[in-house]
């Protein structure tokens, strides 16, 4: 088994999830539609193109300063 970090975002109606490692996108109603969608996704890219190395993201937060409109 190996672990790999989804991203997720709201969008509208739906949330999209996306592997930070591989770039494989899905989406689902709920999170979790959209995590199993994003790991059916990814499992069907790495049976194509299987990963010769893992690495893991480095995951931080920065500031812009807010444009006042």
Not at 27 to 35: L, S
Not at 37 to 44: D, Y
């Amino acid at each position: 088994m190996k672990i790999f970090t989804a991203i997720i975002q709201k969008e509208e109606d739906m949330y999209v999830a996306k592997c930070a490692e591989i770039g494989t996108v899905s989406q689902g109603a709920t999170i979790d539609e959209a995590i199993e969608n994003l790991k059916e996704a990814t499992e069907l890219y790495l049976e194509e193109f299987p990963l010769k190395e893992a690495s893991h993201p480095i995951l931080t937060t920065f500031e812009v300063p807010e444009i006042a409109a």
